[in-house]
């Protein structure tokens, strides 16, 4: 079945060390999406692709970058994580077509602890 | 700006019974969608249902339908006979229609807890 992906299910990090999230997507979307949602929260969007091009959220701190070396696959790297980054990560994508009705994927989200 | 308001932290509802988990909005954009989300405990966020804004009629799925006041900008979701399994954090979204980045905004949830 085509899906959205996220490895792994369950990240531990230390404080400041650097981490990577991966999603990855069987959909062929041209867009993806990183969110962290905090418990008991909305998701909050990142950033986001529209195929190479990065847009990122204005209040998105800088400790947080992402990759998306081609289409199938996006990364988010923590730089330094702090104890507020404690959080659940959600990939997610869409079609970007611009259509009247684009619906957002999302993949099973990473939680990661900082420790 | 577009917003999503739901104003029910939590709810309790007894098995079988229907229930309405309320969200309002508000947008300036002339087309727009609205969705509904459900987040188990397990952490993945599962599409429910879909209304635009220029849909005539109140979408349904299964035992999913949204109640669309245009005029009053709300888009309640009714979920009939609830069961067990429906217990969950659910969301209310919003996103700009011909809009090739899809971004969406969410209210801030609801968690249902449905009682045996």
């Known amino acids: 079945d085509a899906m959205v992906i996220q490895n792994p299910r369950y990240q531990v990090t230390q404080f400041g060390k650097p981490v990577t999230l991966s999603c990855s997507q069987t959909?062929?979307?041209?867009?993806m999406y990183w969110y962290q949602q905090k418990s008991s929260q909305a998701p909050k969007l990142l950033f986001h692709y529209y195929d190479k091009d990065f847009n990122n959220e204005a209040d998105t701190p800088d400790n947080f970058q992402s990759r998306r070396p081609n289409t199938s696959f996006c990364f988010l790297d923590i730089r330094s994580p702090g104890l507020g980054d404690a959080a659940m990560y959600l990939c997610?994508?869409?079609?970007?077509?611009?259509?009247?009705?684009?619906?957002?994927?999302f993949g099973p989200g990473t939680r990661l602890t900082v420790l | 700006a577009q917003k999503i308001t739901q104003t029910q932290p939590g709810m309790f509802v007894q098995e079988k019974e229907a229930v309405t988990l309320d969200c309002t909005y508000d947008?300036?954009?002339?087309?727009?969608?609205l969705f509904w989300y459900k987040q188990p405990s397990s952490g993945e966020m599962i599409f429910l249902i879909y209304q635009g804004s220029y849909d005539q009629q109140n979408a349904t799925e299964g035992r999913y339908s949204l109640n669309f006041q245009k005029a009053r900008k709300s888009a309640n979701l009714v979920i009939s006979a609830s069961q067990l399994g429906d217990s969950a954090m659910y969301f209310c979204a919003m996103s700009s229609l011909w809009n090739r980045d899809d971004k969406i905004i969410f209210g801030k949830g609801t968690r249902l807890h449905i009682l045996p």
């Open positions: 959909l062929n979307h041209n867009v």
């Open positions: 997610a994508t869409s079609s970007g077509q611009a259509t009247s009705y684009n619906e957002q994927f």
């Open positions: 947008t300036s954009d002339p087309s727009y969608g």
